[in-house]
């Protein structure tokens, strides 16, 4: 069993503030994934929990007990770097082993638990290699091995899929996704892509500058964001942003550019005018609808350049000075420069404040 909390937890560097005022709860047995940009603080965050740094200010539990000044190896938990840190000259059993040996296991018990990590891994053919005899996902699995060998509260995983190809990355992925559910334990993972934090997390921590800006499902995340920077770091290709402002045309609330007049509707119709009327409208590529023939209340636009990605075109149109991205079934047939209809689906927009970017819901 282990719940993690944190309660305003602060670390800084000399003056410098990494982590500011952190409050988390991470569920136990909950897959959590900080996400955010290079230098945001996830790792900093990880190495607190893990025991690797210590907090400035406020205090981090296990199970409601206070962890703050244990060291790392005196907490209930197991982590594994981007490095994968594998000892050369051992074998891949040497390795995924050397910490129960250095615990004084008991032999027969280290040979056990080492042979059930494999079988987990599907490396058991692979426990007398070196890892210079590895590919880098083998590798990456004997990294993987050595942190559930030992039945740990949670495990704390920093970025352990960067240094794999994309190939690679997108099959290990499932695989951590399934092995959470195989060891039932609370994972906290890091990572700056926010493609593995949609897959594989129960709840997502958006971080940036030390602060987590929003925390929770990934659904939530993506229809639901916060603020502009959660909305524009969660989906790919982005959400398009177009700054206007917010006001009620004939009984309709409407937001309106030089470019765009967007009735609001529903869930995107703020209740209440804000007192400041400039907004920005975010309008995800798949809530984009092309059309080669005029269609009431759609914008005519031109085709700046159209890119198959498969299944989908990711169709860049220029309507007066703005590029607005649509994501449209293939094929698509027009032309650059061909006169296209821009449509909005109803319900799916999202407005946030100009001046703070907060969502106005
Ligand atoms: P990345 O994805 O690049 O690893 P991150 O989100 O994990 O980034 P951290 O490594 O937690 O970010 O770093 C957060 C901030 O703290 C950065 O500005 C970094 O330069 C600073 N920092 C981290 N460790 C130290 C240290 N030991 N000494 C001084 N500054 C540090």
């Given at each position: 069993?282990?719940?993690?909390?944190?309660?305003g937890?602060?670390?800084?560097?000399?003056?410098?503030?990494?982590?500011?005022?952190?409050?988390?709860?991470?569920?136990?047995?909950?897959?959590?994934?900080?996400?955010?940009?290079?230098?945001?603080?996830?790792?900093?965050?990880?190495?607190?929990?893990?025991?690797?740094?210590?907090?400035?200010?406020?205090?981090?539990?296990?199970?409601?007990?206070?962890?703050?000044?244990?060291?790392?190896?005196k907490?209930?938990?197991?982590?594994?770097?981007?490095?994968?840190?594998?000892?050369p000259?051992?074998?891949?059993?040497?390795?995924?082993?050397?910490?129960?040996?250095?615990?004084?296991?008991?032999?027969?018990?280290?040979?056990e638990?080492?042979?059930?990590a494999?079988?987990?891994?599907?490396?058991?053919?692979?426990?007398?290699?070196?890892?210079?005899?590895?590919?880098?996902?083998?590798?990456?699995?004997?990294?993987?091995?050595?942190?559930?060998?030992?039945?740990?509260?949670?495990?704390?995983?920093?970025?352990p899929?960067?240094?794999?190809?994309?190939?690679?990355?997108?099959l290990?992925?499932?695989?951590?996704?399934?092995?959470?559910?195989?060891?039932?334990?609370?994972?906290?993972?890091?990572?700056?892509?926010?493609?593995?934090?949609?897959?594989?997390?129960?709840?997502?921590?958006?971080?940036?500058?030390?602060?987590?800006?929003?925390?929770?499902?990934?659904?939530?995340?993506?229809?639901?964001?916060?603020?502009?920077?959660?909305?524009?770091?969660?989906?790919?290709?982005?959400?398009?942003?177009?700054?206007?402002?917010?006001?009620?045309?004939?009984?309709?609330?409407?937001?309106r550019?030089?470019?765009?007049?967007?009735?609001?509707?529903?869930?995107?119709?703020?209740?209440?005018?804000?007192?400041?009327?400039?907004?920005?409208?975010?309008?995800?590529?798949?809530?984009?609808?092309?059309?080669?023939?005029?269609?009431?209340?759609h914008?005519?636009?031109?085709?700046?350049?159209?890119?198959?990605?498969?299944?989908?075109?990711?169709?860049?149109v220029?309507?007066?000075g703005?590029?607005?991205?649509?994501?449209?079934?293939?094929?698509?047939?027009?032309?650059?420069?061909?006169?296209?209809?821009?449509?909005?689906?109803?319900?799916?927009?999202?407005?946030?404040?100009?001046?703070?970017?907060?969502a106005?819901?």
């Amino acid at each position: 069993m282990a719940e993690v909390r944190l309660e305003g937890v602060t670390k800084s560097f000399g003056g410098k503030v990494a982590v500011d005022n952190l409050n988390l709860t991470v569920e136990d047995q909950e897959f959590l994934t900080l996400v955010g940009p290079s230098g945001c603080g996830k790792s900093t965050t990880l190495r607190m929990i893990c025991g690797l740094e210590r907090a400035t200010e406020g205090h981090i539990f296990f199970d409601g007990k206070p962890v703050s000044w244990l060291p790392a190896n005196k907490r209930d938990v197991s982590m594994v770097f981007q490095s994968y840190a594998l000892y050369p000259h051992k074998t891949v059993r040497q390795n995924i082993g050397f910490a129960l040996k250095m615990m004084r296991v008991p032999k027969a018990t280290v040979s056990e638990q080492v042979l059930q990590a494999a079988r987990t891994l599907d490396i058991e053919d692979l426990l007398d290699r070196k890892p210079r005899e590895l590919s880098g996902g083998q590798r990456q699995r004997v990294a993987l091995g050595r942190a559930i060998v030992r039945d740990a509260g949670a495990y704390l995983l920093d970025e352990p899929l960067s240094n794999l190809d994309a190939q690679l990355r997108v099959l290990m992925r499932a695989e951590i996704k399934r092995l959470h559910v195989d060891v039932a334990r609370t994972f906290i993972y890091v990572t700056h892509d926010q493609v593995e934090a949609m897959t594989m997390s129960d709840r997502i921590a958006v971080m940036r500058d030390g602060v987590v800006q929003q925390c929770a499902t990934p659904e939530e995340i993506y229809e639901r964001p916060a603020n502009r920077f959660v909305a524009s770091f969660m989906g790919s290709p982005p959400m398009n942003f177009v700054t206007g402002e917010l006001a009620d045309a004939d009984g309709t609330r409407t937001f309106r550019s030089p470019a765009l007049t967007v009735p609001l509707t529903g869930p995107t119709s703020p209740a209440t005018l804000p007192d400041d009327p400039r907004v920005v409208l975010g309008i995800r590529p798949e809530d984009v609808t092309l059309s080669a023939a005029p269609v009431a209340g759609h914008h005519p636009g031109k085709v700046f350049v159209a890119e198959p990605l498969g299944p989908d075109v990711l169709v860049t149109v220029r309507i007066e000075g703005e590029l607005i991205k649509a994501r449209v079934p293939t094929p698509f047939r027009l032309g650059h420069d061909s006169t296209v209809y821009v449509g909005f689906t109803p319900n799916r927009l999202h407005l946030f404040a100009a001046a703070d970017g907060t969502a106005l819901h």
